[in-house]
C-alpha cells in the first residue's frame, strides 16, 4: 500500500495552482467531471479571447481607410507607390474620418490587404509549427506563452497610435509576430480537449465549445467599434490586454489531461470508451493502461492518416471563405450602401457580428447533423454547397433593406461557419485518435495543426485577394467566394461517397441479417 501512495506527492506537484487552490477550498480532490467542467470553460474563453484579438483589425480597416471605395489601385506595387507620395500626405491626421497615413492613400486597401497576407501566412505556417511543438511540450506552458505574446503584440499594433507611427513596416512586423503567437492556439486547446473528451456525441460537444469562435469574433467587434471613437489604438490595446490576463487564468487552471492532475478516471469509461448501436467499442481517447511511452506521430505520418488530407484541403477553401468575411464584413458593409444609406463605421462592425451569431448556430447544428447521422463528410460538404446561394443572394439583395441584409447575413454565417467549425473540431479529434494509430492518444495537436494550418493558407490567401479585387468589384469577391465554396464541397467527394455506400450497406442489412450487418460494420 505504501509503494502505491508514494507517488502521489509527484502528480500533486504537477497539478496547477488553481486546481490545488480549488481543492483546498472544497477540502477533496476534484472529480474527473469537474476537471472536464474546468477544460471546456477555460478552452472556451482561451480561444474566446484569441478571436477578439483577431477581429479588431478587421473593425478599424474602415477607419484607417475610409476613402478607398472612392479610389482605385495604384498599378505600382506599395512599396514604391507609398514612397512617392509627398511627405505632407503621409502625414498623421488625428480627425476620425481621415483615416491613418499610409492606409488612407489611394492604394490603403491593398496595403491593409498585404498586413492580412502577413498576419494569416505566418499564422499558417507557425500552425504546423506549433502542432508539432504541442504534441511534445507541456500544452499549458505553451498556450499561455501564446497567449501573453499576442497580447504583447496585438497592442503593440494599437501603440502605434500614440507613437504616431507611419511606417508600413512596423505594423506589418508587428501582424507578423502577432500571427505567430495566435498560432499556438488552435492546436493546443484541441489537444487539451480531445484529451478529456471520448468520441461519443464529439459533434455537438465540439460544435456548442466551437462558438467560442464567433462569440470571440461578436466580442472583438463590439469592443473594438465601442473604442474608435477614444482613438483606434484603443480597439488592439484593450483586446491584448484581456488574451493576457485569459493566458494567466490558463496557466493558473487548465489541466492538460487526466494524468497531469492523477484524476481516477475509471468510473468515466463510458465518456472515454463509448458505445454505439451497430458498433463496437469506439477507440479510447487515452489508453490509460498502455505501458510503454507513446512517440509523438510525425508530420509525415499524420498527413497519411485517412482523411487528413481531403478534409485539410476541404478547410484551405472553407477557411478562405470564412476568413474574407472575417476580415472584410465590416468594410464591405460601410462601403455598401443599404437601402440607399451608408453605414457608420462603428454601425457596420456591429452589424457585422450577426454573421458571427449565425455561425454559431451553424457550427451547433453541423456538429449535431453529423453525429445523428455519423456522417462528418456528408455534413461539411452539404453545408459548403448550401453556401453557394447563399452568398449569392446576400450580395444580389443584402442591400435592398436592412431587414434583409440582416436575415441574409445569418444565413450566409450558418452555411459558411458550420462546416468550418465542424471540420476544425470534431474532425480533426476524430482523425487525431484514428484507429490507424493503434490508440496512441499524442497525435492530436499535430493532425488539428495540419488540418488548420492548410486551412489557415486559405484564409492568408482570401482577405488578400479581397484587398485587390474590391477596389474593382465586389460582385467579382462574391464569385470568388462561391467558387471557393463548391471546390470545398467536392473535395470531399470520395469520402461523401464512401459514407453513402457504407449507409446503403447498413440499412441494406437491417432485421433478418444481423450477422451481414457487423460484417458490414467492421468492414466499414
Given at each position: 500500500?505504501?509503494?502505491?501512495?508514494?507517488?502521489?506527492p509527484?502528480?500533486?506537484?504537477?497539478?496547477?495552482?488553481?486546481?490545488?487552490?480549488?481543492?483546498?477550498?472544497?477540502?477533496?480532490?476534484?472529480?474527473?467531471?469537474?476537471h472536464?467542467?474546468?477544460?471546456?470553460?477555460v478552452?472556451?474563453?482561451?480561444?474566446?479571447?484569441?478571436?477578439?484579438a483577431?477581429?479588431?483589425?478587421s473593425?478599424?480597416?474602415?477607419?484607417?481607410?475610409?476613402?478607398?471605395?472612392?479610389t482605385?489601385?495604384?498599378?505600382?506595387?506599395?512599396?514604391i507607390?507609398?514612397?512617392k507620395?509627398?511627405?505632407?500626405?503621409?502625414?498623421?491626421?488625428?480627425?476620425l474620418?481621415?483615416?491613418?497615413?499610409?492606409?488612407?492613400?489611394?492604394?490603403?486597401?491593398?496595403?491593409l490587404?498585404?498586413?492580412?497576407?502577413?498576419?494569416?501566412?505566418?499564422?499558417?505556417?507557425?500552425m504546423?509549427?506549433?502542432?508539432?511543438?504541442?504534441?511534445?511540450?507541456d500544452?499549458?506552458?505553451?498556450?499561455?506563452?501564446?497567449?501573453?505574446?499576442?497580447?504583447?503584440?496585438?497592442?503593440?499594433?494599437?501603440?502605434?497610435?500614440?507613437?504616431?507611427?507611419?511606417s508600413?513596416?512596423?505594423y506589418?512586423?508587428?501582424?507578423?509576430?502577432?500571427?505567430?503567437?495566435?498560432?499556438?492556439?488552435?492546436?493546443?486547446?484541441?489537444?487539451?480537449v480531445?484529451?478529456?473528451?471520448?468520441?461519443?456525441?464529439?459533434?455537438?460537444?465540439?460544435?456548442?465549445?466551437?462558438?467560442?469562435?464567433?462569440?470571440?469574433?461578436?466580442?472583438?467587434?463590439?469592443?473594438?467599434?465601442?473604442?474608435?471613437?477614444?482613438?483606434?489604438?484603443?480597439?488592439?490595446?484593450?483586446?491584448?490586454?484581456?488574451?493576457?490576463?485569459?493566458?494567466?487564468i490558463?496557466?493558473?487552471?487548465?489541466?492538460?489531461?487526466?494524468?497531469?492532475?492523477?484524476?481516477?478516471?475509471?468510473?468515466?469509461?463510458?465518456?472515454?470508451s463509448?458505445?454505439?448501436?451497430?458498433?463496437?467499442?469506439?477507440?479510447?481517447?487515452?489508453?490509460?493502461?498502455?505501458?510503454?511511452?507513446?512517440k509523438?506521430?510525425?508530420?509525415?505520418?499524420?498527413w497519411?492518416?485517412?482523411?487528413?488530407?481531403?478534409?485539410?484541403?476541404?478547410l484551405?477553401?472553407?477557411?478562405?471563405?470564412?476568413?474574407?468575411?472575417?476580415?472584410?464584413?465590416?468594410?464591405?458593409?460601410?462601403?455598401?450602401?443599404?437601402?440607399?444609406?451608408?453605414?457608420?463605421?462603428?454601425?457596420?462592425?456591429?452589424?457585422?457580428?450577426?454573421?458571427?451569431?449565425?455561425g454559431?448556430l451553424?457550427?451547433?447544428?453541423?456538429?449535431?447533423?453529423?453525429?445523428?447521422?455519423?456522417a462528418?463528410?456528408?455534413?461539411?460538404?452539404?453545408?459548403?454547397?448550401?453556401?453557394?446561394?447563399?452568398?449569392?443572394?446576400y450580395?444580389?439583395?443584402?442591400?435592398?433593406?436592412?431587414?434583409?441584409?440582416?436575415?441574409?447575413?445569418?444565413?450566409?454565417?450558418?452555411?459558411?461557419?458550420?462546416?468550418?467549425?465542424?471540420i476544425?473540431?470534431?474532425?480533426?479529434?476524430?482523425?487525431?485518435?484514428?484507429?490507424?494509430l493503434k490508440?496512441?492518444?499524442?497525435?492530436?495537436?499535430?493532425?488539428?495543426?495540419?488540418?488548420d494550418?492548410?486551412?489557415s493558407?486559405?484564409?492568408?490567401i482570401?482577405?488578400l485577394?479581397?484587398g485587390?479585387?474590391?477596389?474593382?468589384?465586389?460582385?467579382?469577391?462574391?464569385?470568388?467566394?462561391m467558387?471557393?465554396?463548391?471546390?470545398?464541397?467536392?473535395?470531399?467527394?470520395?469520402?461523401?461517397?464512401?459514407?453513402?455506400?457504407?449507409?446503403?450497406?447498413?440499412?441494406?442489412?437491417?432485421?433478418?441479417?444481423q450477422?451481414?450487418?457487423?460484417?458490414?460494420?467492421?468492414?466499414?
Amino acid at each position: 500500500m505504501g509503494s502505491l501512495s508514494e507517488p502521489a506527492p509527484q502528480r500533486s506537484s504537477r497539478k496547477p495552482l488553481g486546481i490545488r487552490f480549488l481543492e483546498c477550498i472544497k477540502g477533496r480532490n476534484l472529480s474527473f467531471k469537474n476537471h472536464q467542467a474546468i477544460v471546456l470553460i477555460v478552452t472556451f474563453f482561451a480561444y474566446t479571447s484569441y478571436h477578439a484579438a483577431r477581429k479588431t483589425t478587421s473593425i478599424v480597416k474602415s477607419t484607417l481607410d475610409p476613402q478607398s471605395p472612392d479610389t482605385s489601385l495604384k498599378s505600382l506595387p506599395w512599396r514604391i507607390s507609398y514612397l512617392k507620395e509627398p511627405a505632407e500626405s503621409r502625414k498623421l491626421s488625428w480627425k476620425l474620418g481621415d483615416g491613418w497615413a499610409p492606409f488612407n492613400g489611394s492604394d490603403g486597401t491593398a496595403l491593409l490587404g498585404e498586413l492580412d497576407l502577413a498576419f494569416l501566412s505566418i499564422y499558417a505556417g507557425g500552425m504546423f509549427f506549433s502542432g508539432h511543438l504541442g504534441d511534445r511540450l507541456d500544452l499549458r506552458i505553451f498556450l499561455t506563452v501564446g497567449m501573453v505574446g499576442t497580447g504583447l503584440f496585438t497592442s503593440l499594433y494599437g501603440i502605434g497610435y500614440w507613437g504616431n507611427v507611419h511606417s508600413f513596416y512596423y505594423y506589418l512586423v508587428v501582424q507578423m509576430l502577432a500571427g505567430l503567437f495566435q498560432s499556438t492556439g488552435w492546436p493546443s486547446v484541441v489537444a487539451v480537449v480531445g484529451n478529456w473528451f471520448g468520441k461519443s456525441k464529439r459533434g455537438l460537444i465540439m460544435g456548442i465549445w466551437n462558438a467560442h469562435t464567433s462569440i470571440g469574433n461578436i466580442t472583438g467587434s463590439l469592443v473594438a467599434s465601442a473604442l474608435l471613437t477614444y482613438g483606434w489604438g484603443w480597439s488592439f490595446v484593450v483586446p491584448g490586454l484581456i488574451i493576457a490576463f485569459v493566458g494567466l487564468i490558463v496557466f493558473l487552471f487548465l489541466p492538460v489531461n487526466p494524468e497531469s492532475v492523477g484524476t481516477d478516471t475509471n468510473e468515466e469509461d463510458e465518456s472515454l470508451s463509448p458505445k454505439k448501436i451497430g458498433e463496437g467499442v469506439t477507440q479510447p481517447l487515452l489508453r490509460r493502461e498502455t505501458k510503454i511511452e507513446e512517440k509523438a506521430v510525425g508530420f509525415i505520418e499524420a498527413w497519411k492518416i485517412p482523411g487528413v488530407a481531403p478534409f485539410a484541403l476541404c478547410l484551405f477553401f472553407a477557411k478562405l471563405v470564412a476568413y474574407t468575411f472575417l476580415y472584410w464584413l465590416p468594410f464591405y458593409v460601410s462601403h455598401t450602401a443599404v437601402n440607399g444609406k451608408y453605414l457608420s463605421s462603428e454601425m457596420a462592425g456591429n452589424l457585422s457580428t450577426l454573421f458571427d451569431v449565425g455561425g454559431v448556430l451553424g457550427g451547433i447544428l453541423a456538429g449535431h447533423i453529423s453525429d445523428r447521422l455519423d456522417a462528418r463528410a456528408i455534413t461539411a460538404a452539404s453545408f459548403m454547397y448550401c453556401a453557394i446561394p447563399a452568398l449569392f443572394f446576400y450580395r444580389s439583395y443584402g442591400h435592398l433593406s436592412l431587414a434583409l441584409n440582416i436575415a441574409l447575413m445569418f444565413i450566409t454565417g450558418m452555411f459558411v461557419n458550420g462546416p468550418y467549425a465542424l471540420i476544425t473540431t470534431a474532425v480533426s479529434a476524430d482523425l487525431g485518435t484514428h484507429s490507424s494509430l493503434k490508440g496512441n492518444s499524442r497525435a492530436l495537436a499535430t493532425v488539428t495543426a495540419i488540418i488548420d494550418g492548410t486551412g489557415s493558407v486559405g484564409a492568408a490567401i482570401g482577405p488578400l485577394l479581397t484587398g485587390y479585387i474590391s477596389a474593382t468589384s465586389w460582385t467579382a469577391v462574391f464569385t470568388m467566394l462561391m467558387a471557393a465554396a463548391l471546390i470545398s464541397g467536392l473535395l470531399l467527394t470520395r469520402l461523401v461517397v464512401a459514407e453513402v455506400a457504407a449507409k446503403f450497406a447498413e440499412s441494406g442489412s437491417q432485421p433478418g441479417n444481423q450477422s451481414r450487418s457487423q460484417a458490414g460494420v467492421l468492414d466499414v
